[in-house]
């Protein structure tokens, strides 16, 4: 094997009240192409994630390079630095004969990244609750909608992180886990309406809307339009709305509350299968199609 192709989701993670512990897998996807082949010059992203692949696999490192075809903007909030980091993981293990699980592929990036969140639906799809290195997967009906405003600029992680308060005030934590739960108990038993007024968050979105100042009139409009919630997609800048019903309505609310340059909605779906293979190639044979799926 030679070649190989993976196709991997975006993600949304926190759903507000659910700092670090909860994502949910999208469909738009990055397709990471990875050759056992000489290596051309790649950023530290991809170095790094080659370098922990072939530490946890035991497996002699050989040459590769990698090509990407991205959907998923960066620094927006939406996975896109898990989805690479998954597509040459899981490039590198199909070319090596596959000696990881997906699980060990997973906490590989959810080390790399520093926090699970993005990595775990990223690798396994559906909603995700994860903590340590544990995780649970829930799969997502096709009836709910994801409707992401994606705003012209972008907000590196690090730079979100810094503006959190070293200290949470005790009511507020024990509304955040009010509302974390109660998401999970509606993810899990797919009653979603109960989703509704559960994505109120007071441990980062109060801080982080310092770099988004239009967060809670998106957040408003949204609800408003009758979505089920919205929130800040990861430490943004992207907003994300979750809708049963009319999520076109819901996206020109969203837009036009935003009033951002350049900013643009995409509506979406749950994607419930994680990274995937997709083409392998081999010297002596002809690409081989594995599950393309349909993005939305």
Known sequence: MQKVTIRVPASTSNLGPGFDCLGVALRLYNHVMVSRERREPFGKMIRSAGDAFFARAGHAPFTFSCAITAEIPTSRGLGSSAAVRLGVIHGL???????????????????????????????????????????????????????????????????????????????????????????????????????????????????RKKLIPFLNDVIAAAESAGALGAFLSGSGSTVCAVTLRSPEKISRAMLAAAASPGARTIITAADNRGARVLQIRNPQSAIRNFSHGSAH
């Open 93 to 207: 293990n199909a070319l090596s004969n596959r000696p990881l699980q997906r699980q060990e592929m997973f906490e590989i990036c959810a080390r790399l990244e520093g926090h699970p969140d993005n990595a775990a639906p990223a690798s396994f799809g559906g909603f995700n609750v994860v903590r340590a290195g544990q995780r649970q997967t829930f799969t997502i009906s096709a009836q709910l909608h994801f409707v992401l405003l994606i705003p012209n600029f972008e907000i590196p992680t690090e730079q979100a992180r810094q503006l959190l308060p070293a200290r949470v005030d005790r009511l507020h934590a024990v509304e955040n886990c009010q509302n974390a739960c109660a998401i999970t108990a509606a993810f899990a038993s797919r009653e979603y309406e109960k989703l509704r007024g559960a994505f109120a968050d007071r441990l980062h979105q109060p801080f």
